[in-house]
């Protein structure tokens, strides 16, 4: 009789438990978020549909157009639920930090033409670095005399100084998907690395900011904050290009496509993943570190695996990075209706347009007071005409900083709210003005970017003759770093010669820099490839992919 009774109450406590577990999934906020989590997922899909049909369109890009739509869904929910809210979930910086923006950097790099990139290298480093701070001091300055005066809340001096910070992050993703990069090379170069040498430059800023005691600064404080900027940015270099170089020693050894395509490209996704996260640990440039890892990986470790992977990681990291950027546009459209946060400002809505109008004019004047000024100085070391910054150039440079976005966001969360939510009138009226500064310089100055180019580097001779002869994705990375305009493994030196123009001959007997760029070649063929793989340098495996891939690539370089 004990057995029947045990088996009777066990079938009873198991259909409790279902019954729980019916109620508990059917009443918890699990569901909602679960339900949230697909209404947001259905906006993606929606951005990648409607921005495909606007692809054709002179004003519109899919950052505008996430936008919008982030708008018109942050209205429709905030009529649902009677004003009280407008997002399906919190924005949490960790979120943005540690999950969307390192396949965002990591595939700029990887995606770089690193021939350009490394050939107007200081010029970069001058507007990236140097810019950043000139536009951080500006923007700091101005906002400590106006604001003060304007009574906008209990701000102290670390507030204003991350205003500094977080207003001196760029956002060049509309003018990087108007340029041509193989008809403007320098201008593509310049607009593109700065932006992510000034992302790196912001957040070292902001972060900064955070951990000194600005109570007490000295000289010595000074210098010790430009120091500590060096050493970010030499550390966080070498941490990445450490974890590029380690990937394809690890691919180059083991080959892992002899077996499984899937380990070779795991391997390269969780590499790079780790570099960020080893720099975060150690209080490091993620940014700098993921984007020199993409750099690496592009020059030694993607030659190391099979066609079948390269293919994969190509079109997997620029996957990854698409549908970051739309995350980011898509929820800052429906947090510009948090209700929360206007319910500070309702009783001064001039104030906050005013502290809105007075940010964006800062940037306006930081921006010019760098670009103009250091493009003077970098023509000055440039001999070849066609290699100097040209005004209407610098006025596209200028233009294309004046964007604001996702790092500006992720930056603003961090310095005045608390886990989503704004608690004091001041911290409320920078919130509102952040996210209408964004808005304004995303929709306005973005949609006016795509006629501003057409006006200012119309098709001619001149655009032509500038042309880069570097082969497009995926072929550019067949291309070694920093080298020429050919590689002469693709298909010997005369016929690689012709094709270059004279005026680039005299160039590359004549400037310096070309002097360290064939020095590196040498380097480079002579110890690097030959321990760390590379195009040209794959182990031989008879009957491999990657063996029959390559070969047949060396051959066909010229012809693109």
């Not at 990139?117 to 906002?143: D, E, H, P, Q």
Request: aromatic share 12%.
């Amino acid at each position: 009789m004990e057995g029947p009774d045990q088996l009777a109450t066990m079938g009873a406590d198991l259909g409790s438990l279902v019954g729980k577990m019916n109620t508990t999934t059917l009443s918890t906020s699990e569901y909602a978020s679960i339900v949230n989590m697909n209404l947001f997922v259905a906006l993606l899909c929606a951005c990648i549909v409607i921005g495909h049909l606007l692809e054709e369109s002179r004003w519109m890009n899919e950052s505008i157009t996430a936008l919008f739509i982030g708008l018109c869904t942050g209205a429709i929910i905030l009529l649902s639920t009677g004003g009280t809210n407008s997002h399906l979930f919190v924005f949490s910086e960790d979120l943005f930090f540690i999950y969307l923006l390192p396949p965002i950097i990591f595939n700029a790099g990887f995606q770089v033409k690193k021939k350009q990139f490394f050939r107007n290298f200081m010029t970069i480093v001058l507007f990236g670095a140097i810019g950043t701070v000139i536009s951080f001091t500006i923007i700091s300055y101005g906002a400590i005399n106006i604001f003060k005066r304007m009574n906008v809340g209990s701000l102290d001096l670390g507030d204003f100084l991350a205003l500094g910070a977080i207003f001196s992050a760029t956002d060049s993703v509309c003018t990087l998907q108007v340029l041509n990069q193989d008809e403007t090379p320098l201008l593509y170069s310049l607009v593109f690395g700065e932006g992510v040498v000034n992302d790196a430059t912001s957040v070292v800023i902001f972060n900064a900011v955070q951990n000194f005691d600005l109570s007490r600064i000295t000289t010595s404080d000074a210098f010790q904050l430009v120091g500590n900027f060096f050493y970010l940015f030499v550390t966080s270099t070498v941490l990445g290009a450490g974890a590029g170089l380690l990937s394809a020693y690890i691919i180059k050894k083991l080959y892992f496509g002899r077996h499984s395509t899937d380990r070779e490209v795991a391997i390269m996704i969780l590499m790079a993943y780790m570099s960020y996260m080893l720099a975060e640990l150690f209080y490091l440039s993620g940014i700098l570190t993921v984007f020199f890892c993409g750099i690496v990986m592009s020059h030694y470790t993607w030659h190391n695996v099979t066609e079948k992977s390269r293919v994969t990681t190509k079109h997997a990291f620029a996957t990854l990075s698409f549908i970051s950027e739309l995350f980011i546009f898509l929820y800052v459209g429906m947090d510009a209706l948090d209700i929360e946060k206007w319910n500070f400002v309702q009783d001064s809505p001039g104030k906050s347009i005013g502290v809105s109008s007075i940010l964006l004019g800062l940037v306006l004047v930081g921006r010019g007071c760098f670009v103009f000024p250091l493009s003077f100085l970098a023509n000055l070391a440039k001999k070849n005409a066609h290699e100097k910054i040209t005004f209407r150039q610098q006025v596209l440079i200028w233009w294309a900083g004046l964007m604001r976005g996702a790092v500006s966001m992720a930056l603003a969360y961090n310095q005045f709210t608390r886990l989503g939510h704004t608690q004091l009138r001041g911290n409320a009226i920078m919130i509102t003005s952040t996210i209408t500064v964004v808005l304004f310089s995303t929709v306005v100055f973005g949609l006016i970017t795509k006629p501003l180019v057409r006006l200012l580097l119309p098709p001619s001779k001149n655009m032509s003759r500038m042309a880069s002869s570097e082969p497009t994705s995926p072929k550019s990375f067949v291309v070694p770093l920093l080298g020429n305009e050919r590689d002469p493994e693709a298909g010997g030196g005369q016929e690689a010669t012709s094709v270059l123009h004279p005026a680039n001959l005299r160039v590359l007997l004549s400037t310096p820099s070309h002097t360290v760029h064939y020095y590196w070649r040498k380097f480079d063929n002579a110890f690097m490839r030959p321990v760390f793989g590379g195009r040209g340098f794959v182990p031989y495996i008879p009957g491999t992919p990657t063996e029959q891939s390559v070969h047949n690539l060396i051959p066909e370089g010229g012809n693109n």
